[in-house]
Each structure stands twice: as structure tokens, then as C-alpha cells.
């Protein structure tokens, strides 16, 4: 959902007028949604496997089902995995399985998005790369691949307008604060765009462009903590714990491991506005794209313009609630609610001043 700060600054954070709310809302929304067969269903002529696969590199692409997207998913998936950032972007992905023979020989030349196995000539597509079919069988694919491909998709649908503000007129991405639902890490080999995010990152902060983005999480081992140390912890304040704290006061591990090192393309921050605001964010961090252990002020991507806008984003109908996230929440639940397009939606942001 695409939201006018100003606007939102307007909107009484108790009683919030409803039209106020409603016009807030209005053509600003892009949906995705998809089905994959699990259980109990088949296509015919087709493994569940294979149509799994399908459906997943259909769905990214997305032209067909809800054409409000116009192909933008996958244009934003080869943005990323190619990182077409760089005046010499990768040509060709990292070598993954292949689903038909297993071999980890797949890969695909600069911005294809399906092509052959180089040992078994079976067909690949871009979206076999997060090795999803790992998890399958012929007739059978767990309930994760689902929760899986939304992991994938919500990733693709932020990083969407970020890629076409890049593309068309940077200087956009400088007064936008992007805001997800969720942590800032992918997953098992999903995780395999969150170097590439990284350096993304990295890299525009490198050309003086800070991009703003948060993620928020509402439940979950950092959520029940902050639960713990929210109520003592003093107004206006926010703590980023580092990996010995993380591995021993929250996720209680004992190891040496490096928490998010692979997953995450943001560090972990517990904020306390006021007693009713305490939330956990995260932040993308920038130090030459590699995982930061110790994360402080300096590492976080734009930390003082976001925190410096949460409290105008702020919501009071729930504990800790921001208002982007509240409304997007709502549209969702709107199943009749008109989609924009995805050009149309961002265009006007490249046109006005704000
Ligand atoms: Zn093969």
C-alpha cells in the first residue's frame, strides 16, 4: 500500500475519521495472490512436483490471475538476483539443484528467467533457485512451501517500488520510508537474495541514496522479549542487541554462531516511543554487504530519518501499531477492494514533489 506521509500525519491517531481513512486508502493498494495444489488436489497430466515449480514461476510473474502487477514481481526478482544495480551486473546466477536430476549445475544467464539444465536439459526456471522442491516429492509438498512463497513474494512487492523509484527517478527514494509487515530475512534457501539486498543497500548508500525501510514484527522470539524488557526500559529509548546477546537472551543457543548471518538482510532493534509504543523493528545495515554482528547507530541504513518519522506513522488502536501496516492490514481484508497498477501507483510519486 502506498501512503501520503502528510496525509497520515492528519488522520487522529484515536478516533480516526473514516473517510479520512477511506480516502487514505483509495486506489493505493497492489495485491498478489496465488494457489498452489498441497494435498488432496492434482492437475492433470502433471506431478504435483512439476506443477509446484510451475505455479510458483507463474505466480511471480503474475500476468494472467491479477495483471495489476505487470510483470513487475519478476522484473524485481532479476533486479535483485542479477543485481542489475551494478554497472556489471552477475551473468549468470549462482549455480543451484536442479529439480529434474538434482545436479547442482542449474543456472541461468543474465536476466533469463528460464532455460535448460546444463546436464539434463530439463527446463529451469528463476524461481527453482530458492530450492523449493528440496522439500518435495511427486505427489507431495508441505504446507512451508506455501508460507515459503509468500516470504518470497512479499520480499519482491517491497522491493518492487524501490527498484522502479532506482530506475526511473532516484531521488524519490530519499522522502520514502518503506514499511513491511514481518522481519527483514528470508529463510533456508530463499535466503539466497539477502546478500544481494545487502549489497543493494551498500551500494546506493555509496551513491548517497539511504533507503528507508523497516520491518516490523508483531510476534515471535523478539517480540516475547521485548515483552520482557519493554516495561523497565526508559521512553525514547532503543537498544540493538548484538549476537552474543541475541544467541544468549533471546534465541538462548549455545553456540557460536553467527544469528542471521545467512537470513537476514536487517539488524534486530527494540524501540520504546512511550509506554504504549514498544515495537520491534528492523533495519537494513550497510558495512561493504557482509552480516554485522555488533550493529550500532551508524550501521543502520537512514536510522535517524526513520526514527524521526515513526512517531508520525504511529497508530492508537493497537499496543505498538503502526498505521501503514494497520491500513494495509485493512485493504487486505477488503477482498472486493479495486487493485491500481503498479506503474500507475508509482509513476505519480515521480511526478509531484512529495
Ligand atoms: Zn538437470
Known amino acids: 500500500m502506498r501512503g501520503d506521509q502528510y496525509a497520515i500525519s492528519k488522520i487522529d491517531k484515536d478516533t480516526p475519521n473514516p473517510f479520512a481513512l477511506r480516502d487514505l486508502m483509495k486506489e493505493s493498494a497492489l495485491y498478489h495472490s496465488t494457489a498452489f495444489p498441497l494435498r488432496n488436489v492434482y492437475i492433470e497430466g502433471k506431478t504435483n512436483f512439476d506443477a509446484v515449480g510451475e505455479v510458483m514461476f507463474e505466480s511471480v510473474e503474475d500476468k494472467g490471475l491479477n495483471d495489476s502487477l505487470e510483470g513487475a514481481m519478476m522484473e524485481t526478482l532479476k533486479w535483485i538476483a542479477y543485481e542489475k544495480w551494478l554497472d556489471t551486473p552477475k551473468t549468470e546466477l549462482e549455480k543451484f539443484d536442479c529439480p529434474h536430476c538434482g545436479k547442482t549445475v542449474a543456472s541461468l544467464a543474465f ?3 528460464k532455460g535448460k539444465c ?9 524461481t527453482d533457485m530458492f530450492g523449493l522442491h528440496l522439500s518435495m516429492t511427486d505427489d507431495y509438498a508441505p504446507n512451508q512451501v506455501a508460507s515459503d512463497y509468500m516470504g ?14 532506482w530506475e526511473t527517478k ?3 527514494l530519499k522522502s520514502c520510508l518503506f514499511v513491511k509487515d514481518g522481519p527483514l530475512s528470508l529463510r533456508a534457501t530463499l535466503a539466497k537474495l539477502s546478500a544481494s539486498i545487502r549489497r543493494f543497500f551498500e551500494f546506493a548508500k555509496s551513491k548517497g541514496i539511504e533507503v528507508a525501510l523497516i520491518g516490523q514484527e508483531k510476534s515471535g522470539q523478539f517480540f516475547d522479549h521485548l515483552q520482557l524488557i519493554g516495561n523497565a526500559a526508559p521512553v525514547g529509548c532503543c537498544f540493538i542487541p548484538d549476537n552474543e546477546y541475541i544467541q544468549e537472551q533471546i534465541k538462548h543457543n549455545n553456540t557460536t554462531a553467527v544469528y542471521g548471518a545467512d537470513t537476514n538482510y536487517g539488524a534486530k532493534l527494540f524501540v520504546k516511543m512511550n509506554d504504549y509504543h514498544k515495537m520491534v523493528i528492523n533495519i537494513p545495515t550497510g558495512q561493504r554487504g557482509e552480516f554485522v554482528t555488533a550493529p550500532s547507530q551508524t550501521n543502520l541504513i537512514n536510522f535517524k530519518n526513520i526514527v524521526a518519522t515513526l512517531p508520525k506513522i504511529l497508530s492508537n488502536k493497537f499496543e505498538g501499531a503502526l498505521l501503514p501496516i494497520e491500513l494495509a492490514n485493512k485493504i487486505a481484508s477488503l477482498s472486493t477492494y479495486p487493485s491500481a497498477k503498479t506503474l500507475e501507483l508509482f509513476a505519480d510519486a515521480t511526478k509531484g514533489t512529495s
Open 118 to 126: 546444463a546436464s539434463c536439459s530439463g527446463e529451469i526456471y528463476i
Open 170 to 172: 532516484k531521488e524519490v
Open 152 to 165: 518470497v513474494s512479499e520480499t519482491l512487492m517491497i522491493f518492487t517500488p524501490i527498484r522502479f523509484f
Open 111 to 113: 536476466d533469463e528467467e
